[in-house]
């Protein structure tokens, strides 16, 4: 299984929005079901969205419906998280998880929306 790298994090106003990519490292990434996973402090961790191999099939959470957007480059090993209207709920660590035999997570990037 790959490394998995998150980035794109950050500070955000309600209302702003945020990028996130995560790159895979390897040669199978064009086989990883990917999927971005939330924890907010005192809750349990949450699946956001997945986006299946060829990247033609994707489910969201119905909290993040109609703001977030998965995507993914199979030429770049790396699946994106497009969050648009932020509002403070969506304030979590978010983490990249990789699923192909065996699952692969990454570190983890803090996304705060605060005015």
């Known amino acids: 299984q790959g490394q998995v790298v998150e980035s794109g994090g950050g500070l955000v106003q309600p209302g702003g929005s945020l990028r996130l990519s995560c790159v895979v490292s390897?040669?199978?990434?064009?086989?990883?079901?990917m999927g971005w996973y939330r924890q907010a402090p005192g809750k349990q961790r949450e699946l956001v969205a997945t986006i299946m191999p060829s990247g033609g099939s994707t489910n969201y959470v119905d909290s993040v419906k109609g703001r977030f957007t998965v995507s993914r480059n199979n030429a770049k090993n790396t699946v994106y998280l497009q969050m648009n209207s932020l509002k403070p709920e969506d304030t979590a660590i978010y983490y990249c998880n990789a699923k192909y035999l065996t699952d692969s997570w990454g570190q983890g990037t803090q996304v705060t929306v605060s005015s």
């Open positions: 390897g040669s199978l990434f064009s086989r990883y079901v």
